[in-house]
């Protein structure tokens, strides 16, 4: 009796310990005429490893914009390689805006990886839009109505880039660390950005 349990408990196990997180149905797009915004002709679905489902509506419109263009050199475009169907959710929940900027942009790291990209170059994309992508707050106004407050991205350098870039394949550093370096880096851009504005 005991080994009839055993066994009828272990595959419960096994299946708890694994990750969830998936990519549900394909991106099947129409180019649009300015060749380089696109539109969905079928709802997509990202699962994160901690269930949370990223919908991305059929008709959506999607250009790469989330993924700064600057970085484009370092990182390559939107649409390349295996972070295309990430670049697809990432896009459209940087454009609505109803999730945390933070949690958009981990997202976006955690289906690079699903979608084949290594660790480290979903790092140092992680670090791109981290830095330069889209920001966002939510704050309540009259009536606890909720606005959002779009932040303007940080023109961080490509110089500045390159050498995060260079960081990260050296030292294989934690999210948080990256997190930690490029708020340093961000805080510097805006208090220059400042002075010289003066």
Request: proline share 4%; hydrophobic share 35%; with cysteine.
């Amino acid at each position: 009796m005991k080994l009839i349990l055993l066994l009828l408990f272990f595959p419960l196990v096994l299946s708890s310990q694994q990750t969830i997180d998936k990519f549900i149905g394909d991106v099947t797009v129409q180019w649009l005429n300015d060749g380089r915004s696109m539109k969905l002709k079928r709802e997509f679905s990202y699962i994160d490893p901690d269930g949370k489902l990223w919908k991305v509506p059929k008709n959506t419109v999607v250009n790469g914009a989330s993924i700064p263009q600057a970085f484009w050199t370092i990182i390559g475009g939107p649409y390349e390689g295996k972070y295309r169907n990430a670049s697809v959710v990432h896009d459209y929940h940087c454009d609505k805006k109803i999730e945390k900027w933070q949690d958009v942009h981990l997202m976006f790291y955690h289906a690079c990886l699903t979608g084949g990209t290594s660790i480290t170059k979903a790092k140092i994309m992680y670090a791109a839009v981290y830095a330069g992508g889209p920001r966002w707050d939510t704050t309540i106004i009259k009536n606890g109505k909720e606005k959002i407050i779009t932040t303007s991205t940080v023109s961080t350098s490509s110089n500045e880039m390159k050498i995060v870039t260079d960081w990260i394949e050296s030292t294989n550093p934690s999210l948080e660390e990256i997190n930690k370096r490029l708020d340093t880096v961000v805080i510097e851009t805006e208090k220059h950005d400042m002075q010289t504005a003066n």
